[in-house]
Protein backbone atom coordinates (compact mmCIF):
# COMPACT_ATOMS: atom_id res chain seq x y z
CA UNK A 1 0.00 0.00 0.00
CA UNK A 2 1.14 3.27 -0.66
CA UNK A 3 1.91 5.70 2.52
CA UNK A 4 2.96 9.05 2.50
CA UNK A 5 4.99 10.79 5.28
CA UNK A 6 5.05 14.62 5.04
CA UNK A 7 7.10 17.06 6.81
CA UNK A 8 8.38 20.89 7.05
CA UNK A 9 5.29 22.11 8.68
CA UNK A 10 5.92 24.83 11.46
CA UNK A 11 5.69 28.44 11.80
CA UNK A 12 6.09 31.39 9.74
CA UNK A 13 5.46 35.29 9.92
CA UNK A 14 3.53 36.79 7.21
CA UNK A 15 5.29 36.89 3.72
CA UNK A 16 7.15 34.29 4.88
CA UNK A 17 7.81 31.32 3.35
CA UNK A 18 7.95 27.04 4.24
CA UNK A 19 8.83 24.36 1.92
CA UNK A 20 6.71 21.03 2.74
CA UNK A 21 8.01 17.81 1.83
CA UNK A 22 6.15 14.36 0.84
CA UNK A 23 7.46 11.44 0.66
CA UNK A 24 5.89 8.22 -0.79
CA UNK A 25 5.99 4.80 -0.73
CA UNK A 26 5.34 2.91 -3.77
CA UNK A 27 7.24 1.15 -7.03
CA UNK A 28 5.50 3.49 -9.66
CA UNK A 29 5.17 7.18 -8.06
CA UNK A 30 5.67 8.49 -11.63
CA UNK A 31 2.35 7.08 -12.49
CA UNK A 32 0.97 8.76 -9.39
CA UNK A 33 -1.13 11.99 -9.24
CA UNK A 34 -0.11 13.92 -6.29
CA UNK A 35 -1.94 16.68 -4.06
CA UNK A 36 -1.41 19.11 -1.26
CA UNK A 37 -4.60 19.87 0.59
CA UNK A 38 -5.11 22.19 3.50
CA UNK A 39 -7.86 22.24 6.52
CA UNK A 40 -8.34 25.09 9.27
CA UNK A 41 -10.73 23.99 12.31
CA UNK A 42 -13.80 24.68 11.19
CA UNK A 43 -13.67 24.43 7.62
CA UNK A 44 -13.91 21.79 4.73
CA UNK A 45 -10.68 20.46 3.40
CA UNK A 46 -9.66 22.22 0.51
CA UNK A 47 -7.86 21.68 -2.61
CA UNK A 48 -4.14 23.24 -2.85
CA UNK A 49 -2.13 22.10 -5.72
CA UNK A 50 -1.10 19.31 -7.74
CA UNK A 51 0.64 17.50 -10.61
CA UNK A 52 0.76 14.66 -13.01
CA UNK A 53 3.78 13.14 -14.96
CA UNK A 54 2.92 12.20 -18.39
CA UNK A 55 4.24 11.56 -21.72
CA UNK A 56 4.23 15.17 -22.88
CA UNK A 57 5.86 16.51 -19.63
CA UNK A 58 4.67 17.67 -15.84
CA UNK A 59 1.34 18.93 -15.41
CA UNK A 60 0.36 21.18 -12.37
CA UNK A 61 -2.71 22.84 -11.15
CA UNK A 62 -3.32 25.45 -8.51
CA UNK A 63 -6.09 26.84 -6.78
CA UNK A 64 -6.73 30.26 -7.15
CA UNK A 65 -6.50 31.47 -3.30
CA UNK A 66 -2.71 30.47 -4.22
CA UNK A 67 -1.62 30.98 -7.30
CA UNK A 68 1.34 32.74 -8.08
CA UNK A 69 2.26 32.12 -4.12
CA UNK A 70 2.64 28.47 -3.88
CA UNK A 71 4.75 26.20 -6.26
CA UNK A 72 4.24 22.28 -6.35
CA UNK A 73 7.34 19.79 -7.48
CA UNK A 74 7.67 15.96 -7.81
CA UNK A 75 11.15 14.11 -8.15
CA UNK A 76 10.41 11.02 -9.31
CA UNK A 77 13.20 9.51 -8.95
CA UNK A 78 13.31 10.20 -4.95
CA UNK A 79 9.58 9.42 -5.07
CA UNK A 80 8.72 12.98 -3.66
CA UNK A 81 6.78 16.01 -3.79
CA UNK A 82 6.99 19.70 -2.73
CA UNK A 83 5.19 22.41 -2.08
CA UNK A 84 7.21 25.67 -1.89
CA UNK A 85 4.93 28.23 -0.18
CA UNK A 86 5.87 32.30 -0.53
CA UNK A 87 4.37 35.17 0.62
CA UNK A 88 2.38 33.00 3.29
CA UNK A 89 -0.76 34.74 4.44
CA UNK A 90 -2.36 34.65 8.04
CA UNK A 91 -5.23 32.47 6.46
CA UNK A 92 -2.75 29.97 4.79
CA UNK A 93 -3.01 28.88 8.63
CA UNK A 94 -4.10 25.07 8.52
CA UNK A 95 -3.33 21.32 8.27
CA UNK A 96 -1.69 20.65 5.04
CA UNK A 97 -1.89 16.96 3.61
CA UNK A 98 -0.53 15.24 0.90
CA UNK A 99 -2.61 12.67 -1.18
CA UNK A 100 -1.98 10.18 -3.97
CA UNK A 101 -4.25 9.30 -6.55
CA UNK A 102 -3.43 6.04 -7.93
CA UNK A 103 -5.11 4.51 -10.76
CA UNK A 104 -7.77 3.88 -11.79
CA UNK A 105 -7.43 7.64 -11.44
CA UNK A 106 -10.44 9.76 -10.29
CA UNK A 107 -12.26 12.46 -12.28
CA UNK A 108 -10.71 15.65 -10.44
CA UNK A 109 -7.57 16.95 -10.10
CA UNK A 110 -9.29 19.41 -6.94
CA UNK A 111 -11.32 16.90 -5.82
CA UNK A 112 -10.28 15.30 -2.37
CA UNK A 113 -12.65 12.43 -2.80
CA UNK A 114 -10.77 11.43 -6.03
CA UNK A 115 -7.33 10.62 -4.26
CA UNK A 116 -6.77 6.98 -2.92
CA UNK A 117 -3.81 8.09 0.06
CA UNK A 118 -3.60 10.38 2.59
CA UNK A 119 -0.53 11.50 4.67
CA UNK A 120 -1.33 12.53 8.57
CA UNK A 121 -0.83 16.37 7.89
CA UNK A 122 1.69 18.75 9.09
CA UNK A 123 0.79 21.89 10.80
CA UNK A 124 1.08 25.61 9.03
CA UNK A 125 1.01 28.46 11.10
CA UNK A 126 1.66 32.06 9.91
CA UNK A 127 1.55 34.72 12.23
CA UNK A 128 2.98 37.85 13.47
Known amino acids: QVHLVESGGGVAQPGGSLRLSCAAS????????MGWFRQAPGKEREFVAS??????????WYADSVTGRFTISRDNAKNTVDLQMNSLRPEDTAVYYC???????????????????WGQGTQVTVSS
Open 99 to 117: AADLPPYGSSWSDLHAYDA
Open 51 to 60: TRTSWSGVST
Open 26 to 33: GRAFSSYH
